[in-house]
């Protein structure tokens, strides 16, 4: 193995293209949505976009394919010169295209055409996998993993080989460190049924067992990924959040950060982990067709979305006639008085925004050592409950200011005290809104918390709530 070497990713390009435009009738000679084209886009996908993908985290990638000298062999290869070093296979054939006709940004219908058959390897071809640091294989049944077959049973067990299976192609070579079907690819090579982690679970060992690999990892979408290993415990690793947005493309995304991190020494686990986190991202993001992937790439795009704006959001529910709802507090430690809370007053409208007060306003308010867990991760805390819709932070001891632009139907706080003396009531009433109080669960705050904490520490019995 080559410390120094690149990431070496052998697999098929594609060309992928989206015809992008509006529907608002239908064909008058068959019930089938009208596209009016607004855009029409190319980009290589594939083992294309897996090497695209993997380079932007500032890795050398050498990409071996099978490229013709057709059209769409020529803008794959202008579209990834300067990203990647190509080491072409001959093509017996023309490129293979996938076209998605969408409508408002949804796929009305997929069109494939076009197929070669590819040649045999190069010295260009060999030398770049015994230079490798770690090997991708994005296998789309084109042929041109199989071409390599002999090479790479040969690498396997010396680098870390990542294998990106399907279902018309041929089975991993023995040894691959880490193979990544989807869940339906592992669903259609085994006999087993359902779709409970188990099944999962048991389709990840009879699939390890057969390839001979040293684990076999079954993405879930939405859900994570399944790390199966022979004779291990399985390890689901969770989405670190829900992102809505295009899935094209997140399988080779996933498997392209799993390479880069192995080439970097990472445990599969650790993997694992971050090709989850990256690829909800990618998803977040817009998919394959985010047109910021072929933008010179700045750094990796590992943070997930930003957080709903509060604003747009008050914005677009008065919009359509909702009723806007909002809270506010400090939040320092979240507990069961505050999601009761939460919950409560997410019943009374149609979207709940929580005001949440900045690290300054909270020692202002609190005094010394306050707050215990900065802003960043009380809005993150609070943005992942279902019960919020969007989190916005204020400087002030108050959020009047805050409320003013925000101008929620309904404001709401916990606690025993009457509405018409809380402090935000006056500014809603001018423009009609309504402060409301709900019961607030007895003896949890976050200052008791503290409190019981600190006995805990010392060594004396918490005190009687």
Same mark, same amino acid.
């Given at each position: 193995?080559?410390?120094?070497?690149?990431?070496?990713?052998?697999?098929?390009?594609?060309?992928?293209?989206?015809?992008?435009?509006?529907?608002?009738?239908?064909?008058?000679?068959?019930?089938?949505?009208?596209?009016?084209?607004?855009?029409?886009?190319?980009?290589?996908?594939?083992?294309?976009?897996?090497?695209?993908?993997?380079?932007?985290?500032?890795?050398?990638?050498?990409?071996?394919?099978?490229?013709?000298?057709?059209?769409?062999?020529?803008?794959?290869?202008?579209?990834?010169?300067?990203?990647?070093?190509?080491?072409?296979?001959?093509?017996?054939?023309?490129?293979?295209?996938?076209?998605?006709?969408?409508?408002?940004?949804?796929?009305?219908?997929?069109?494939?055409?076009?197929?070669?058959?590819?040649?045999?390897?190069? $010295?260009? #071809? %060999?030398? *770049?996998? =015994?230079?490798?640091?770690?090997?991708?294989? @994005? /296998?789309? +049944? &084109?042929?041109? !993993?199989?071409?390599?077959?002999?090479?790479?049973?040969?690498?396997?067990?010396?680098?870390?080989?990542?294998?990106?299976?399907?279902?018309?192609?041929?089975?991993?070579?023995?040894?691959?460190?880490?193979?990544?079907?989807?869940?339906?690819? $592992?669903? #259609? %090579?085994? *006999?087993? =049924?359902?779709?409970?982690?188990?099944?999962? @679970? /048991?389709? +990840? &060992?009879?699939? !390890?067992?057969?390839?001979?690999?040293?684990?076999?990892?079954?993405?879930?979408?939405?859900?994570?990924?399944?790390?199966?290993?022979?004779?291990?415990?399985?390890?689901?690793?969770?989405?670190?959040?829900?992102?809505?947005?295009?899935?094209?493309?997140?399988?080779?995304?996933?498997? =392209?950060?799993?390479?880069?991190?192995?080439?970097?020494?990472?445990?599969?686990?650790? !993997?694992?982990?971050?090709?989850?986190?990256?690829?909800?991202?990618?998803?977040?993001?817009?998919?394959?067709?985010?047109?910021?992937?072929?933008?010179?790439?700045?750094?990796?795009?590992?943070?997930?979305?930003?957080?709903?704006?509060?604003?747009?959001?008050?914005?677009?529910?008065? =919009?359509?006639?909702?009723?806007?709802?909002?809270?506010?507090?400090?939040?320092?430690?979240?507990?069961?008085?505050?999601?009761?809370?939460?919950?409560?007053?997410?019943?009374?409208?149609?979207?709940?925004?929580?005001?949440?007060?900045?690290?300054?306003?909270?020692?202002?308010?609190?005094?010394?050592?306050?707050?215990?867990?900065?802003?960043?991760?009380?809005?993150?805390?609070?943005?992942?409950?279902?019960?919020?819709?969007?989190?916005?932070?204020?400087?002030?001891?108050?959020?009047?200011?805050?409320?003013?632009?925000?101008?929620?139907?309904?404001?709401?706080?916990?606690?025993?005290?009457?509405?018409?003396?809380?402090?935000?009531?006056?500014?809603?009433?001018?423009?009609?809104?309504?402060?409301?109080?709900?019961?607030?669960?007895?003896?949890?705050?976050?200052?008791?918390?503290?409190?019981?904490?600190?006995?805990?520490?010392?060594?004396?019995?918490?005190?009687?709530?």
């Amino acid at each position: 193995m080559n410390e120094d070497g690149p990431l070496v990713v052998v697999g098929d390009v594609l060309l992928d293209q989206d015809v992008d435009g509006r529907a608002t009738r239908l064909a008058p000679d068959a019930p089938v949505p009208v596209v009016d084209v607004v855009e029409e886009r190319a980009r290589p996908g594939g083992a294309g976009l897996a090497a695209a993908l993997a380079a932007r985290h500032h890795r050398p990638v050498v990409l071996v394919t099978a490229l013709g000298r057709d059209e769409a062999g020529d803008i794959a290869r202008r579209a990834l010169q300067g990203r990647v070093s190509l080491v072409e296979i001959p093509l017996e054939g023309t490129l293979p295209v996938k076209t998605r006709i969408l409508a408002d940004g949804r796929p009305v219908v997929r069109v494939d055409r076009g197929g070669g058959t590819p040649g045999r390897p190069g $010295a260009r #071809a %060999l030398s *770049a996998l =015994a230079e490798a640091r770690a090997i991708l294989v @994005a /296998d789309y +049944g &084109r042929g041109t !993993a199989d071409a390599l077959r002999s090479a790479l049973t040969a690498a396997a067990p010396h680098v870390p080989l990542v294998w990106d299976p399907h279902p018309r192609g041929g089975q991993p070579v023995a040894g691959a460190r880490l193979v990544t079907p989807n869940a339906a690819e $592992a669903s #259609a %090579l085994t *006999a087993v =049924a359902g779709t409970s982690l188990g099944a999962h @679970a /048991d389709r +990840g &060992r009879e699939l !390890a067992e057969r390839w001979a690999a040293g684990s076999v990892v079954i993405t879930l979408g939405e859900r994570g990924a399944l790390l199966v290993r022979p004779g291990a415990a399985p390890v689901l690793v969770p989405a670190p959040y829900r992102a809505g947005g295009d899935p094209c493309g997140a399988g080779d995304c996933f498997a =392209a950060v799993a390479a880069v991190a192995l080439a970097e020494g990472a445990l599969p686990e650790e !993997a694992v982990t971050r090709a989850v986190a990256e690829a909800a991202a990618f998803v977040g993001a817009g998919g394959a067709g985010n047109r910021g992937l072929w933008e010179p790439p700045t750094v990796p795009a590992v943070e997930p979305p930003l957080p709903r704006d509060a604003m747009r959001l008050a914005r677009e529910v008065h =919009a359509r006639g909702g009723t806007v709802v909002a809270t506010g507090g400090c939040f320092d430690l979240l507990h069961a008085g505050h999601v009761g809370l939460l919950e409560n007053a997410a019943r009374i409208g149609d979207c709940l925004i929580v005001c949440v007060n900045s690290d300054a306003s909270v020692a202002r308010l609190k005094g010394p050592g306050r707050p215990l867990n900065p802003l960043a991760d009380r809005v993150r805390v609070l943005s992942a409950l279902d019960s919020v819709d969007a989190v916005i932070a204020f400087e002030e001891e108050t959020p009047v200011r805050l409320l003013e632009s925000l101008r929620p139907d309904v404001w709401v706080k916990g606690g025993d005290y009457a509405a018409e003396d809380l402090p935000e009531a006056e500014v809603l009433r001018t423009w009609n809104g309504q402060a409301v109080v709900l019961p607030y669960l007895d003896g949890r705050s976050t200052t008791s918390l503290a409190h019981r904490a600190a006995r805990a520490a010392a060594g004396r019995p918490p005190a009687a709530r």
